[in-house]
């Protein structure tokens, strides 16, 4: 992943979501070598559902989108 597509995901998941990009060893799930990731622990509301279709179009990576028991897991890789 780019330097600055990483920069501009980690902005966004903390004004989108109001939560910290997660680290490689917090993370108990499989996840992606050179990924960004976050748990959302709160309900998620259509306006952050449309800021994060927003920020796809704007980020060429993909994104994985899993309900967990922690949360809503969001990963782009």
Not at 17 to 34: G, N, P
Not at 59 to 75: A, K
């Amino acid at each position: 992943m780019k330097k600055h597509h990483y920069n501009k995901i980690e902005k966004s998941f903390e004004e989108i979501f109001k939560t910290e990009v997660i680290s490689e060893h917090q993370s108990l799930l499989c996840s992606h070598f050179d990924s960004i990731k976050t748990v959302v622990r709160e309900p998620i509301v259509k306006q952050q559902i449309i800021q994060l279709a927003k920020l796809c179009q704007e980020v060429p990576n993909n994104l994985t989108v899993r309900s967990t028991l922690d949360g809503v897991y969001i990963e782009f890789w």
